[in-house]
């Protein structure tokens, strides 16, 4: 996760690449084995923003800095340079996403209010606690300079198994492994506590309980420790008084939805409470690919059958879908994809039942509505109450008779936007759904404020290449935005391939007319909730 850069390491072109953004220029440039930027100083563009200067209206010093780390291997990667102040590493504000083959700017990754500020990362104070091992930060506010180390960069042994310097030399003196007074820890035997609070030293939403100490010695915990001696846990509740406006780690149920949080998420659960479930129930750190790292069977429903033996027989009786469908996944609902980071949906750890909730007590999306996108919630909610007895909830108009995921789609927040947007491209989403009407409604967000909304909703158009004319590009013009989002929709019109009668009034389509409800649509465009959000990654 944490390399230096080399000619290994480095994905990215660096071959006079020239990149261009709110009015600066970038090259990335090698020389032999090294690599380079030529850039306006981050230093004094960090520091001009700190103290309330209009950088846009001033030109900033040109210089010319070699690449010396890079972080991510699996989706994107991002590439860090020194500062002048000495140590300190900050990452140029572009990031290469890996399977798109492109640099984009890094404020068009994340879900972030369009107007808000660049941001100049620190390495030292940020990454250095989770993609580093034992990292102290050693900042010396005195004298304004910087000493940080960290035991190995990466995610090596000693992040899950603590200092192994004494377990090495009793192997050493012994010459086979020790029985006793060996220190070393094994998150799969100690019990459940222990072993989650190790993954739970990274995967979960935190601060430091005293900032000044952390900015010199950072994060004191090593696994088999007490993380509640060195991590302060934010919760919802914290949350909703202590952060930024803006920045919403949470949904207004308490699930975390911030991706890499995912112990945060699991410890609201009944499963992690009865003290038996570990992130080792389902994951495997040895033994499986690398990305998810699930363990071997664990991508089936053994991952719950495990536990739940007593479904072991009955899948259908109990998920009322084919025993071999989607629908009969345990964790599609019951770990849905409400968590969103790295431009996609990531499953929930916050394992729990779907239920229906009208928009007015919930800005969580449903499981049942994800995927059954043609739907509304008033339909899921019967099937609920039919199935399982739960209450029947009060809900709105809209939500009797507009399709659940365009009521998220069209009027949502930024994050229900995007978390819906991903599931207009969800396999299992378009098998119960059908993928005969969702061109014009994944068009209106390609003109959307989040840059992220419109990469996920170009990532869907690619599923239509006969009716695309064009080629989109979530961070064009405004002009060229508005214009492919026209001729896509006139393209789908000429298309003639319209959703069946039976189910065109939830999807806006009038099936007498043969047209799109657009009054309707622009309706549900006008109510969309335009708050800024930041969530973070």
């Not at 507009?402 to 396999?427: F, I």
Request: hydrophobic share 35%; charged share 20%; glycine share 6%.
């Amino acid at each position: 996760m944490t390399q230096i850069a080399t000619t290994e390491t480095v994905v990215a072109p660096f071959n006079n690449v020239r990149l261009s953004v709110r009015g600066r220029d970038y090259l990335l440039t090698q020389e032999g084995d090294f690599f380079f930027v030529t850039m306006p100083d981050p230093d004094w563009e960090a520091g001009a923003l700190a103290n309330g200067v209009d950088i846009s209206k001033i030109r900033p010093p040109i210089v010319k800095l070699p690449i010396v780390m890079t972080t991510g291997s699996h989706h994107m990667q991002g590439y860090w340079v020194a500062s002048n102040i000495k140590n300190m590493l900050r990452q140029i504000p572009w990031i290469y996403l890996i399977p798109d083959r492109r640099w984009v700017p890094r404020e068009d990754i994340f879900i972030a209010p369009p107007d808000s500020p660049r941001h100049f990362a620190v390495w030292n104070d940020n990454c250095i606690v989770c993609h580093a091992v034992a990292g102290a930060p050693n900042f010396d506010l005195e004298t304004m300079s910087v000493a940080t180390h960290v035991a190995e960069l990466g995610i090596s042994c000693e992040a899950c198994h603590g200092p192994g310097q004494k377990h090495k030399s009793l192997h050493a003196s012994s010459g086979k492994r020790p029985e006793q007074n060996d220190p070393i820890v094994h998150p799969a035997t100690v019990d459940a506590k222990i072993s989650n609070e190790i993954c739970g030293q990274c995967h979960s939403y935190f601060k430091p309980p005293d900032m000044l100490a952390f900015t010199k010695q950072g994060y004191s915990y090593r696994a088999g420790g007490d993380l509640s001696n060195t991590h302060h846990m934010i919760s919802y509740q914290e949350s909703l008084t202590t952060i930024d406006e803006g920045l919403v780690p949470f949904w207004n149920d308490g699930t975390c939805r911030i991706s890499g949080r995912e112990y945060t998420a699991q410890i609201e659960s009944a499963c992690h409470q009865s003290g038996k479930m570990t992130c080792l129930s389902c994951h495997s750190m040895h033994d499986s690919p690398a990305n998810d790292m699930l363990a071997k069977g664990m991508e089936t429903n053994q991952a719950c059958i495990q536990c739940h033996s007593k479904y072991a027989d009955k899948i259908e009786e109990h998920t009322h879908h084919p025993a071999e469908s989607d629908g009969s996944l345990c964790y599609n609902c019951h770990m849905p994809h409400t968590t969103f980071g790295l431009l996609k949906g990531i499953r929930s750890h916050r394992v729990q039942s779907p239920r229906v909730l009208s928009n007015a007590k919930s800005d969580h999306p449903n499981a049942c509505n994800l995927c059954h996108l043609d739907r509304t919630m008033a339909w899921s909610a019967d099937k609920l109450t039919q199935w399982y007895g739960q209450p029947t909830p009060e809900l709105t108009q809209d939500e009797r008779d507009v399709a659940g995921s365009l009521l998220w789609l069209l009027r949502g927040d930024a994050v229900q936007r995007a978390v819906t947007a991903w599931h207009m491209n969800w396999k299992p989403a378009l098998e119960a759904s059908g993928s005969d009407w969702q061109l014009p409604f994944i068009a209106q967000l390609l003109s959307d404020d989040y840059s992220v909304v419109r990469y996920l909703a170009s990532a869907a158009l690619d599923r239509y290449s006969e009716w695309k004319p064009i080629a989109f590009d979530f961070i064009g013009t405004e002009e060229h935005k508005r214009a492919s989002k026209q001729k896509i929709i006139t393209s789908w019109e000429k298309s003639g391939v319209f959703p069946s009668a039976d189910r065109a009034g939830p999807i806006l389509f009038d099936a007498q007319k043969g047209r799109l409800m657009y009054e309707r649509l622009d309706q549900l465009l006008k109510q969309q909730d335009k708050r800024p959000i930041y969530l973070p990654e």
